[in-house]
């Protein structure tokens, strides 16, 4: 058996699993085309397998700051934000900051005896008090605007410092071929196709073939659109992540 590794080739080992080339499958090649981009987007938004979670360290510009917003625009296929990390300064350390306070007063506790647990207890006493204080910035993003807004005060935010931002990106089937071997993609995909051919073949009913053979178009729609319908139920119920590990 032929793997596939690029977008060719999983056509082809898509038609000949549905019969190809001892059966025509009459279809256009953007039809088919079409059908392999549903099957993607399905597998990438519903497949564990389809996607990966990135940490973006995007710098803050002038334009960030007068719009209120990130533009994730070259950063890959971003398809959900989680969260977003508290803004800092990556390039230098603030010898003043009450953080590093905190931190050198823990650590020098912990070397003196007091050991790492009253370091853990301190930086957690931290956390709680910047959250009480502070709270997490409040986040909203649209796949198809592919900007993720900040509710916050942007102008308290120097160009010098980063936004760093928890997401979930596409698997891009480009640098990642083995993505074209997943067995749940290629059945997908091939019943997507199977019933876009039993539609075409419905309008024409009892087609023959060399051999005497008939091609029930009705029959082919219907056992592709039962399987399709099974698949993406058993997509959602066993390969999606939980709902709230995205937003987006």
Known sequence: M???TSRLEFIDYCLRRLGAPVIQINLDKTQIDDRIDEALWFYRHNHYNGSEKVYLSIPVSNANISQGYIDL???GDI?????MFRVGNMATNNLLSVDFAVSNQAMYQALQGGGM????MLMSYRSLIEELTIGDKMIRFNEFQNRVYIDMNWHLVGESQYIILECTRS???TLFSDMWQDKWLQE????????NWGEVLKKYSGVSLPGGITMDG???Y????TKIEEMEEKAKEDFTLPPDMQIG
């Open 2 to 4: 032929a793997i596939p």
């Open 73 to 75: 625009t070259g950063y």
């Open 79 to 83: 398809i959900g934000v989680t969260k």
């Open 117 to 120: 647990l009253s370091y853990a």
């Open 171 to 173: 698997i891009d089937d």
């Open 188 to 195: 997908y995909a091939t019943q997507l196709i199977k019933r």
């Open 218 to 220: 009705k029959t082919i």
């Open 222 to 225: 219907e056992e592709a659109h």
